[in-house]
């Protein structure tokens, strides 16, 4: 199985800061790599797939890139509703596999 | 715009089966591969299971292997999981997926989960 090493596991930041999650993958997984958000009690929201495309609506303050092994997602002016947990995923191959969640706080 | 709700969450002992269900509307269901894929309590989220869009293939995490079961009824447009000799550590909630497009393995869309709780 592909291992997805997500860093941090937690985050606590400002209002306006810009934010940086890793991702590494155990394999090369080319650009099979997809962002979530997961805000408590909702159903996790698709924010980037395919590493760097961002989904339709999603805000462009989100942005992610990287390929084969590492991989970045940014937020480059936190706001109050990015309060969430982000979970990376690869799909390179099956079975397919989340990074361990970055929960992300507001200071 | 693609809605799912799911089914069929409880309370159930060590070594029982359940089966949970997902509806689905506003895509035409029978175009895309559905995923089910849960989160344990303090925990991140796990792949469960995939099934291809038009049933003929299946797909499951090692650790549900031989003991869960994905189905779909495209005519109903839902989705199954039919969960058997279940144990504590499945207690998780559950969430059905829409896969985007073939060739991209994203969840597209998701469900507000069904929660199982395994426990005597």
């Known amino acids: 199985d592909i291992q997805m090493t997500q860093s941090p596991s937690s985050l606590s930041a400002s209002v306006g800061d810009r934010v940086t999650i890793t991702c590494q993958a155990s394999?090369?997984?080319?650009?099979?790599l997809n962002w979530y958000q997961h805000k408590s009690g909702q159903a996790p929201k698709l924010l980037i797939y395919?590493?760097?495309t961002l989904e339709t609506g999603v805000p462009s303050r989100f942005s992610g890139r990287g390929s084969a092994t590492d991989f970045t997602f940014t937020i480059s002016s936190l706001q109050p509703e990015d309060i969430a947990t982000y979970y990376c995923?690869?799909?390179?191959?099956?079975?397919?596999?989340f990074g361990q969640g970055t929960k992300l706080e507001i200071k | 715009q693609a809605h799912l709700v799911e089914f069929g969450g409880g309370v159930v002992q060590p070594g029982k089966s359940l089966t949970l269900s997902c509806a689905a509307s506003?895509?035409?269901?029978?175009?895309?591969?559905m995923h089910w894929v849960r989160q344990a309590p303090g925990r991140g989220l796990e792949w469960v299971a995939l099934i291809s869009y038009d049933g003929h293939n299946s797909f499951y995490a090692d650790s549900v292997k031989g003991r869960f079961s994905i189905s779909r009824d495209n005519p109903n447009n839902t989705v199954f999981l039919q969960m058997n000799s279940l144990r504590p550590e499945d207690t998780a909630e559950y969430f059905c997926?829409?896969?985007?497009?073939?060739?991209?393995?994203?969840?597209?869309?998701w469900g507000q989960g069904a929660l199982v709780t395994v426990s005597s």
């Open positions: 394999l090369d997984i080319s650009d099979y």
């Open positions: 995923q690869q799909y390179e191959s099956l079975p397919y596999t």
């Open positions: 395919d590493a760097s």
């Open positions: 506003g895509f035409i269901f029978s175009d895309y591969n």
């Open positions: 997926a829409k896969e985007y497009v073939a060739g991209t393995v994203a969840f597209e869309y």
